[in-house]
């Protein structure tokens, strides 16, 4: 397992290993006793897994609030996707601020995205499917959306903004300068 610090603390990137034979590969994707080794102690409860057709669909900005924030580890199960975490924690340094990683079927990494943060992505490739642990069960009633193309944010997505495939809830969202947002940071990271 490769683990990769990012520009905002808490994000990190982790690589499995894979070992590869004639046939393909095998990879443990999340092994939780080994992930503690790394200081990583997330009990994760629920996986979520989604299809989108069309290269250029735009899924998130989105996060549960507390007492249902979520912890995410995403990866991509076919395809290739880009996929953005915000730090959106009142009092972070790094406040709005987001980072960008390519994920794919290919490159087997996966992003670890904290409670705190904004997730989305956007597909690069036909028919491409997103994996995904939570750390908390869906929570309708707790689910916030800020608009993917924010400007006050400045995501570059590598797309046409216009152009992109949108649920009308997401084409609908506010800026994040329109929420409150219900995450504060701690002073640690
Ligand atoms: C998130 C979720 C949704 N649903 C149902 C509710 C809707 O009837 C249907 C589609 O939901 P939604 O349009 O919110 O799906 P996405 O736009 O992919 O939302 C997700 O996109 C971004 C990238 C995320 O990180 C979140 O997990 C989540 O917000 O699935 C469930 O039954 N359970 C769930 O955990």
Known sequence: MNIEETSLPGVRILTPRRFGDARGFFSES??????????????FVQDNHSLSAEPGTVRGLHFQAPPHAQDKLVRCGHGRLFDVAVDVRVGSPTYGAWIGVELSAENGRQLLV????????VTREPDTEIIY????YYAPGTEG???????????DWGIDSAA??????????????EIESPFSWDGMA
């Open 114 to 121: 904290p409670r705190g943060f904004l997730h989305g992505f």
């Open 145 to 155: 959306a800020v608009r993917f193309d924010d400007p006050g944010i400045g995501i």
């Open 30 to 43: 999340w092994n939780r006793k080994r992930m503690a080794e790394h200081g990583i102690e997330i009990d």
């Open 133 to 136: 642990k939570c750390s908390d």
């Open 164 to 177: 992109a495939v949108l649920s009308e809830k997401d084409a609908a969202a506010p800026a994040l300068k």
